[in-house]
T-cell receptor, first 116, second 112 residues
Framework: GAVVSQHPSWVICKSGTSVKIECRSL??????MFWYRQFPKQSLMLMAT?????????EQGVEKDKFLINHASLTLSTLTVTSAHPEDSSFYIC????????????FGSGTQLSVL | SQQGEEDPQALSIQEGENATMNCSYK?????LQWYRQNSGRGLVHLIL?????REKHSGRLRVTLDTSKKSSSLLITASRAADTASYFC????????????FGTGTRLAVRP
């Protein structure tokens, strides 16, 4: 199997604080990880593509300094929402592409962020 | 931007009935994939169909692809209450490398 663990599942924080979300591939090496944002009853919006050892590639309209992505190893990528505001409240999901399998994605279980 | 538009947006059926969801896309693709999402959870890959394939089966799932119409359908036969979830198509476009673009999704409710 291919398991992607995302932590935390949910987080509540005060406006102005930073929140870090981790995405780990537990039993495989992930050449690429993707971060998505999803609003209620809507589709996934790709925020950025994270490649191990290099800078993330952000989608148009996504602030790099707001959403910091680090992909330090082949099994871990982190998304840090800096100086969070209520409008950042959303469901964030990561996915990973398995090395050698360049098509389907394996998803984490998502993180519900609520900024007060 | 949204590549895939799905219809219907929501579908409610009785257990045992078949459910059909449709996905349309705009540009040339390498493959099209279907994913399932339970409420508040991540997505699970269901099936992948390549641009040179027309139909694919996996258990109770049947996927068709019509590249001339730029559309795909997902059929779930003999539905069960446990099939209740949102279903998304995702396209891997020739122009965007390895990125997947997700459709708007269909929320399926199967009544026991």
């Amino acid at each position: 199997g291919a398991v992607v663990s995302q932590h935390p599942s949910w987080v509540i924080c005060k406006s102005g604080t930073s929140v870090k979300i981790e995405c780990r591939s537990l039993d495989f090496q992930a050449t690429t990880m993707f971060w998505y944002r999803q609003f209620p009853k809507q589709s996934l919006m790709l925020m950025a593509t994270s490649n191990e050892g290099s800078k993330a590639t952000y989608e148009q309209g996504v602030e790099k300094d707001k959403f910091l992505i680090n992909h330090a190893s082949l099994t871990l990528s982190t998304l840090t929402v800096t100086s969070a505001h209520p409008e950042d409240s959303s469901f964030y999901i990561c996915s990973a592409r398995k090395q050698g399998i360049n098509e389907k994605l394996f998803f984490g279980s998502g993180t519900q962020l609520s900024v007060l | 931007s949204q590549q895939g538009e799905e219809d219907p947006q929501a579908l409610s059926i009785q257990e045992g009935e078949n459910a059909t969801m449709n996905c349309s896309y705009k540009t040339s693709i390498n493959n099209l994939q279907w994913y399932r999402q339970n409420s508040g959870r991540g997505l699970v890959h269901l099936i992948l169909i390549r641009s040179n394939e027309r139909e694919k089966h996996s258990g109770r799932l049947r996927v068709t692809l019509d590249t001339s119409k730029k559309s795909s359908s997902l059929l779930i036969t003999a539905s069960r209450a446990a099939d209740t979830a949102s279903y998304f198509c995702a396209t891997a476009m020739k122009s965007s490398g390895d990125k997947l673009t997700f459709g708007t999704g269909t929320r399926l409710a199967v009544r026991p």
